[in-house]
């Protein structure tokens, strides 16, 4: 195995320094956090089948045109990725009333609403990601009013294209997560899709019997989290070459 140095740890991914100049190694791992990681736990697999399920919908975005950081994939664990300046707001798409939402606004959850809507949280874990509005992110300079108009038009584009292929194999997209970077190609600058699109920053839900079938039954102990992500991989005709054997990570650079 290569030894790298590390850059990062978040809470499901490692970042390690890459072979080229501009790039870097994403390390996917079974850790599991929810509620600004007050819960904590494993779940055996999931670096895998998130490597994979990302790296498939990574590549299908490409497909539309989107635009990723995804280059290809490594290892069962691991994806070589563009090196990007993280843009520090999450941006949320709900298409159905679920989660926070539910609890913020009294929605009952599972209510489909009149249009899908997108929120902003600001990246900073000792203030739990507060939700933030538009004007606060350009004020504050986090974003441009023009990387904010990309932004928008493209998270519109994925939150299309990602209802419609799950929506194919019987999985509704309740809500998701997406991440954006700024991509330098000397004095150019463009917004690309970042991080990872997997049941960890999904809401997936059964279209047939809406049984949860992402990061939820970690969340709230509904058990069988391993076979409801192999789930979702089985639908998207994602098999790991190994099955669910452990990989170990690169070494740490002394």
Not at 15 to 36: H, I, M, R, S
Not at 158 to 177: A, C, M, R, Y
Request: negative net charge; contains cysteine; glycine residues 8%.
């Amino acid at each position: 195995m290569a030894r790298r140095r590390q850059l990062y740890e978040g809470k499901a991914k490692i970042l390690y320094e890459g072979p080229e100049p501009g790039t870097l190694v994403q390390y996917f791992k079974d850790d599991a956090t929810a509620f600004n990681a007050q819960k904590k736990g494993t779940i055996p697999g999931k670096g895998v089948l998130n490597n994979r399920i990302s790296e498939f919908l990574m590549l299908r975005l490409a497909e539309v045109g989107i635009p990723t950081h995804f280059i290809r994939r490594l290892t069962m664990r691991e994806q070589l990725i563009r090196e990007v300046e993280i843009v520090p707001i999450e941006v949320v798409v709900r298409n159905i009333a679920a989660g926070s939402m539910s609890t913020r606004l009294g929605i009952a959850e599972g209510t489909r609403l009149p249009r899908s809507i997108i929120e902003y949280y600001y990246k900073n874990d000792a203030l739990n990601d507060p939700m933030v509005a538009e004007e606060h992110i350009t004020a504050f300079g986090w974003a441009s009013p023009q990387d904010m108009d990309d932004i928008v038009h493209l998270t519109l584009r994925i939150n299309d294209f990602l209802t419609g292929l799950f929506l194919g194999v019987g999985i509704t997209l309740v809500d998701f997560k997406v991440e954006f970077g700024r991509l330098w190609e000397n004095e150019d600058m463009r917004i690309v899709l970042a991080d990872e699109i997997s049941p960890d920053n999904c809401r997936l839900w059964d279209t047939k019997t809406n049984e949860k079938m992402d990061k939820d039954r970690f969340r709230r102990d509904l058990g069988r989290v391993e076979e409801a992500y192999q789930e979702v991989a089985k639908r998207l005709g994602i098999l790991p070459e190994a099955g669910m054997r452990d990989m170990k990570g690169p070494e740490l650079m002394q």
